[in-house]
Structures are given as C-alpha cells and as structure tokens.
C-alpha cells in the first residue's frame, strides 16, 4: 500500500494560482475517478475540498479546481487567499486496498 | 447537522488493547459506509480501515490487519475500532470518517470527520 506522491511544500503569494500535484499508478488515481483533496489547518480535523477528481463540495470557494490526467491528479487553487495556507492532501480508491492517501502537501501563502 | 465525536484514546503500553468509539449523529447512520484514519504526530493521514453500511465488507491496512478489528452498532449509531497488540508506532490521533458516494465499497469521499482521539502507545 504505498503513499501516493506529493510534493513536500509549495508557496504563492497572495492573488497567484498554484498546483499541487498527486502521483499513483493505474492502480489508483489512473484507474479510477475517485480521488480526493483535503485541507487541514493545524491542530484541526482535515475538510473535502474536491471529491471525484473535480467536483466541488457545496460550500467549497470556486477558487479550488481539480483534475486527473493518467496517474496524477492535480488540486489548483487560484487567487490565493492567507486563509488557503494549510496542509493538502490527496486520496484514491485503490481496487486491491480500498484507500490510499498522498504523503501531503503544505501550502505557504508569502 | 452531521456529528462525529470520537472518544476511547489514551495512553497504553506496547502490546496493550484499547477500544475507540465513535458517536455519529445529524444522519441516517445505516446508509453509510465509515472509516478510520489515522495521524501520528507531525505525519500525513493514514487510512486504517472502512467498514460497510451492512458491515460487510470490511477492509483494513496492511499495518493493522490481524491487530484491529472495526465494527458498527447501527441501533447504535455507533462505530467502533477495536486494538490489539498496539506498538509504539500505532501513536496517533484517530479520526472517524463518513463515507458518501461512490460506485464501490470505500470509494466514496469522506465528506464529515470527527475531531480525533489521540491514542499514545509508550512504556
């Protein structure tokens, strides 16, 4: 059951778009359309974000965008805002594990 | 409104047991599937195990197959996730998880958490 990839850290300053990405194998990300992004401030419970490689939970800014092509899935959030600093992480179903997730991504907003 | 409240964590000695439990309420309990994951300190999210509506199937990580159990009380709203054999690497807080949508078992996102329990596994 291995981690899907993630970069460590990313930053952008207030206003820019930035994108995180999330790497599996056609195991996971690439051979289905169930991955998910989650957003976790410190010391809080993680939030969906985006579910279904692109959709958008009720309640979620339009400023927060998803999409997949072959094995990596990509979360891009435009028009940065301080509150966006957190830490991201994406999920797959994996067909021989059920849940796979990315080893996470903090995002630093300058 | 949807509610999670886990409760059960605390310290335990390696190879000691403990039983976490999760409150669900806001919901029709027996529709859904439920997980656990989990967060050792300073780390990334951990999927540990998801249980159906029907509590079958169940699946489990590899790190954690064949020391912890989870099951469900749908009279109860309850779900629960029984550990055995902890070591010191089990350190974490554990989060319940809903499971909504989704074509197959555990596929869905999970759209509500609770807040966490901290389990601490320590001589």
């Known amino acids: 059951q291995s981690a899907l990839t993630q970069p460590a850290s990313v930053s952008g300053s207030p206003g820019q778009s930035i994108t995180i990405s999330c790497t599996g194998t056609?195991?996971?990300?690439?051979?289905?359309?169930?991955v998910s992004w989650y957003q976790q401030h410190p010391g809080k419970a993680p939030k969906v974000v985006i579910y279904?490689?692109?959709h958008r939970p009720s309640g979620v800014s339009d400023r927060f965008s998803g999409s997949k092509s072959g094995n990596t899935a990509s979360l891009t959030i435009s028009g940065l805002q301080a509150e966006d600093e957190a830490d991201y992480y994406c999920?797959?179903?994996?067909?021989?594990?059920?849940?796979?997730f990315g080893g996470g991504t903090k995002l630093t907003v300058l | 409104e949807v509610q999670l409240v886990e409760s059960g964590g605390g310290l335990v000695q390696p190879g000691g047991t403990l039983r976490l439990s999760c409150a669900a309420s806001?919901?029709?309990?027996?529709?859904?599937?439920m997980n656990w994951v989990r967060q050792a300190p300073g780390k990334g999210l951990e999927w540990v195990s998801y249980?159906?509506?029907?509590?079958?199937?169940?699946y489990y990580a590899d790190s954690v197959k064949g020391r912890f159990t989870i099951s469900r009380d749908n009279a109860k709203n309850s779900l629960y996730l029984q550990m055995n054999s902890l070591r010191v690497e089990d350190t974490a807080v554990y989060y319940c998880?809903?499971?909504?949508?989704?074509?197959?078992?555990?596929?869905?996102?999970?759209?509500?958490w609770g807040q966490g329990t901290l389990v601490t596994v320590s001589s």
């Open positions: 249980v159906s509506r029907s509590s079958s199937p169940i």
């Open positions: 279904e490689v692109s």
């Open positions: 056609s195991s996971d990300v690439g051979g289905h359309n169930y």
């Open positions: 999920s797959s179903y994996a067909s021989s594990t059920t849940r796979v």
């Open positions: 806001g919901f029709t309990f027996n529709t859904l599937g």
């Open positions: 998880a809903r499971d909504f949508g989704g074509e197959y078992y555990g596929s869905g996102s999970l759209d509500y």
